[in-house]
């Protein structure tokens, strides 16, 4: 069955970096376009960044652009999310999830796979 | 601008029906995108409940529906179960983003 563990996340200082890896299992991770989403303790979801299938396409949300940065090894069957210049603003519970669509055809993409999440606490 | 609206909550008592409606713009769901809706339990992930405006994933109760026009779309539940209680998202793409789009979330109460 699909299976999407995500791991990485702690308590983190303002203007540090972390990195987030989500492991996938159960389906063939390299045909399908992923996202991470995120939501604030207490709030609604965030999308945060998309990913094609071969790395070659990454989008971005306006609040993380030039900060965080997707990236893929197909080859470990890991989606990765590497954040750096945290802000209190970011603390939030991740989710890695899979986009139902196996071409790069984001204005049709949905999420029909979630992981667990894992909580970053962005805190002096 | 960028928004899915969503009320912050509803509420209805056993066997009643309720929806629950997000409303775009032209840069989403008027310009012709799909809708789709998340259920989240307290404590846990987001589950897919409707996608492509009206369709049901399989083991999604047929109590769920969903429906789309023009720069809106709702989501209808029937014969309220006290399990139902949970927050709804609606989702869907937005050009001027170039990436997906949650609404803020409904909370909804089985009173």
């Known amino acids: 069955q699909v299976q999407l563990v995500e791991s990485g996340g702690g308590v983190v200082q303002p203007g540090r970096s972390l990195r987030l890896s989500c492991a996938a299992s159960g389906f063939a991770f390299s045909t399908y376009t992923m996202h991470w989403v995120r939501q604030a303790p207490g709030k609604g979801l965030e999308w945060v960044t998309v990913i094609s299938h071969d790395g070659s396409n990454k989008y971005y949300a306006d609040s993380v652009k030039g900060r965080f940065t997707i990236s893929r090894d197909n080859s470990k069957n890991t989606l990765y999310l590497q954040m750096n210049s945290l802000r209190a603003e970011d603390t939030a519970v991740y989710y890695c999830a899979r986009d139902v669509t196996e071409q790069w055809l984001p204005h049709l993409g949905y999420f029909d796979y979630w992981g667990q999440g894992t909580l970053v606490t962005v805190s002096s | ?111």
């Open chain 2, 1 to 111: 601008q960028s928004v899915l609206t969503q009320p912050p909550s509803v509420s209805g008592a056993p066997g009643q029906r309720v929806t629950i409606s997000c409303t775009g713009s032209s840069s989403n769901i008027g310009a012709g995108y799909d809708v789709h809706w998340y259920q989240q339990l307290p404590g846990t992930a987001p589950k897919l409940l409707i996608y492509g405006n009206s369709n049901r994933p399989s083991g999604v109760p047929v109590r769920f529906s969903g429906s789309r026009s023009g720069t809106s779309a709702s989501l209808a539940i029937t014969g309220l179960l006290a399990e139902d209680e949970a927050d709804y998202y609606c989702q869907s793409y937005d050009s001027s983003l170039s990436g997906s789009l949650f609404g803020g979330g409904t909370k909804l109460t089985v009173l």
